[in-house]
């Protein structure tokens, strides 16, 4: 019904060819919450934020419209089924608020959160002694990312932008990551990561009959990461910068997270 809607529409105002333009929120490109292998149980929460030193922006060769989210607040419940495994259920809400345009010419911010729930698993092993441990985490997060789409009838009488709306859509996304930590003292854990993340990127114009949002789960990009661990009894703090250095489609600056985890000791 809605594809006849639409091609009696094009019939009656002798639009030949629409062109869609659109603009997608996307989260900031940031690594999962790290993980640790001396809990039972543990819960951690994040506040990434994307610092004003270097605004992201759409990367030379990139013809995507994308605002990028300032704030993305993260978390992950992790259950050990030894001191090597574990399974984690995972969740995230970027905020609209406060987003950056990745390039000058991109449309308005769409206006809504993007959020999304997933599912992973954590391998924990220790590396010459127990203070040092190598942590090997998949994740896959399922993501609902809005965008604002309008149309332009190139061969319409009046081929001025209509007024767009608001299209949301399912998207995943996947990563693989190595964290690397070693106890400096106790109570203090020093980490390092890297991983591989997929980026969700669009088209900012494109033709199309429907006037739908059209947006992929995007390249993958490396991720590297810098943090620190402090225990305050049975919570501890995790500050961290993360940067993604493959800039595709978006070119980032640092990117700081304040974690917070609390959980029951082995």
Same mark, same amino acid.
């Given at each position: 019904?809605?594809?006849?809607?639409?091609?009696?529409?094009?019939?009656?105002?002798?639009?030949?060819?629409?062109?869609?333009?659109?603009?997608?929120? &996307?989260?900031? !490109?940031?690594?999962?919450p790290? +993980?640790?292998?001396? *809990?039972? $149980?543990?819960?951690?929460? %994040? /506040?990434?934020?994307?610092?004003?030193?270097?605004?992201?922006?759409?990367?030379?060769?990139?013809?995507?419209?994308?605002?990028?989210?300032?704030?993305?607040?993260?978390?992950?419940?992790?259950?050990?089924?030894?001191?090597?495994?574990?399974?984690?259920?995972?969740?995230?809400?970027?905020?609209?608020?406060?987003?950056?345009?990745?390039?000058?010419?991109?449309?308005?911010?769409?206006?809504?959160?993007?959020?999304?729930?997933?599912?992973?698993?954590?391998?924990?092993?220790?590396?010459?002694?127990?203070?040092?441990?190598?942590?090997? &985490?998949?994740? !896959?997060?399922?993501?609902e990312? +809005?965008?604002?789409? *309008?149309? $332009?009838?190139?061969?319409? %009488? /009046?081929?001025?932008?209509?007024?767009?709306?608001i299209?949301?859509?399912?998207?995943?996304?996947?990563?693989?990551?190595?964290?690397?930590?070693?106890?400096?003292?106790?109570?203090?854990?020093?980490?390092?990561?890297?991983?591989?993340?997929?980026h969700?990127?669009?088209?900012e114009?494109?033709?199309?009959?429907?006037v739908?949002?059209?947006?992929?789960?995007?390249?993958?990009?490396?991720?590297?990461?810098?943090?620190?661990?402090?225990?305050?009894?049975?919570?501890?703090?995790?500050?961290?910068?993360?940067?993604?250095?493959?800039?595709?489609?978006?070119?980032?600056?640092?990117?700081v997270?304040?974690?917070? *985890?609390?959980?029951?000791?082995?």
């Amino acid at each position: 019904m809605r594809g006849a809607a639409i091609a009696v529409f094009l019939v009656l105002t002798g639009c030949e060819m629409v062109r869609v333009q659109q603009s997608t929120l &996307v989260p900031a !490109l940031t690594m999962p919450p790290p +993980p640790r292998e001396d *809990r039972v $149980v543990d819960v951690y929460l %994040e /506040d990434a934020t994307v610092t004003f030193l270097s605004q992201p922006q759409r990367a030379p060769n990139s013809d995507a419209g994308l605002w990028v989210t300032r704030h993305k607040f993260q978390g992950a419940v992790s259950v050990h089924a030894s001191k090597h495994m574990a399974l984690r259920i995972l969740g995230y809400e970027a905020l609209s608020a406060g987003a950056m345009k990745a390039a000058p010419t991109t449309l308005q911010n769409p206006g809504r959160n993007t959020r999304g729930v997933g599912f992973g698993f954590a391998a924990s092993l220790p590396v010459g002694s127990p203070a040092t441990q190598l942590h090997i &985490v998949t994740d !896959l997060v399922f993501a609902e990312v +809005p965008s604002y789409v *309008r149309r $332009v009838c190139e061969d319409c %009488e /009046d081929p001025s932008p209509q007024r767009g709306r608001i299209d949301v859509d399912p998207m995943a996304i996947a990563s693989l990551c190595l964290f690397g930590s070693h106890r400096v003292a106790p109570g203090t854990r020093l980490r390092l990561g890297a991983g591989v993340v997929n980026h969700p990127t669009n088209v900012e114009e494109f033709n199309n009959d429907a006037v739908d949002a059209e947006i992929n789960d995007g390249p993958v990009n490396v991720v590297l990461s810098l943090g620190v661990e402090v225990d305050l009894d049975w919570v501890s703090l995790a500050p961290q910068i993360q940067w993604p250095v493959t800039r595709d489609p978006v070119v980032y600056g640092p990117i700081v997270g304040l974690g917070v *985890r609390a959980g029951f000791e082995r």
